[in-house]
């Protein structure tokens, strides 16, 4: 009987000092981020603005496309908008 309280005492120390590691590594873990963020920010890139409007797509590339989406669907599928990207 004295091994397996022995047992049971070693299996709750350990699992304790498992989880109060983690926790540990968890809020280091928080406060490395935090003071990245603070010291390092990730830099901001401005959006470029496009005025150009989009270019067309030429009339057989679209009928490709067609021809593809109608092939893969078994003629159930439909193209609404095709653009560039």
Do not use: C, H
């Amino acid at each position: 009987m004295e091994n397996l309280e022995t047992a049971l005492l070693l299996m709750v120390v350990g699992m304790a000092t498992v989880f109060v590691i983690l926790l540990i590594v968890i809020y280091l873990g928080k406060l490395l981020i935090s003071l990245v963020n603070k010291y390092a920010p990730e830099e901001v890139v401005p959006a470029k603005q496009d005025s150009r409007a989009p270019a067309a797509i030429p009339g057989n590339v679209l009928a490709a496309i067609t021809a593809a989406v109608n092939v893969v669907t078994q003629g159930k599928g439909k193209v609404s908008k095709v653009e560039k990207l």
